[in-house]
């Protein structure tokens, strides 16, 4: 199922449309998406191993949980409910701190041109990992990454996890962000 999406100006603002995020992504269209990174106080960050259907880095470990605002969406409901789809945890406003709103252009081989402003929270993780539900189609994985291991993917030396080639540096500012709030 496809879903509507806001459309957004190349500064961030509401265009009033909407459309499709198959037709979104086709034009390069600006919407907004979120990225919520679950982090514990060892410190470690719980990623997320994308399933292998996805359209853009199948396998490849990601943000903890990451999606589309739906049209009509706040950025927060929109936070909240791909958290519950994704990882099956029920948490609320107060649980997630905004540490940045990241404009972003990707364009893929299959011709997909994602066009997003990222709205990028953390939240402490206040469960077990066995406890998450992770919602198949979507996620294939989850683990809890230390800040060692991700260095060690951020550098492409671990031998075992390959993390989706973002800007290596947003890896270092989500790390650095969580050492603020510990």
């Not at 600006?30 to 919520?36: E, G, K, M, R």
């Not at 982090?39 to 880095?57: A, E, F, G, M």
């Not at 929270?121 to 990992?129: D, I, N, P, Q, R």
Request: with cysteine; charged share 25%; proline share 3%.
């Amino acid at each position: 199922m496809d879903e509507y999406l806001d459309i957004w100006n190349d500064v961030g603002q509401p265009t009033g449309k909407k459309c499709l995020k198959d037709e979104a992504h086709q034009k390069g269209w600006f919407h907004p998406t979120v990225h919520i990174w679950f982090y514990t106080n060892t410190p470690s960050l719980l990623l997320q191993k994308r399933d292998l259907s996805k359209q853009t880095y199948p396998g490849f470990w990601d943000v903890s949980v990451a999606g589309h605002v739906s049209a009509g969406e706040t950025i927060l409901e929109g936070a909240l409910r791909e958290v519950k789809e994704e990882i099956g945890l029920d948490i609320k406003q107060k649980d997630l701190k905004l540490i940045d709103v990241r404009k972003n252009t990707n364009r893929f081989d299959n011709g997909i041109i994602d066009c997003e402003f990222q709205h990028v929270f953390l939240a402490k993780l206040e469960t077990s990992v066995s406890n998450l539900k992770i919602q198949e189609a979507e996620v294939y994985a989850v683990r809890l990454f230390s800040f060692k291991e991700l260095q060690k993917c951020r550098l492409k030396t671990h031998p075992k996890y390959t993390i989706v080639p973002a800007d290596m540096h947003y890896y270092q500012f989500v790390m650095d962000s969580v050492l603020k709030v510990l």
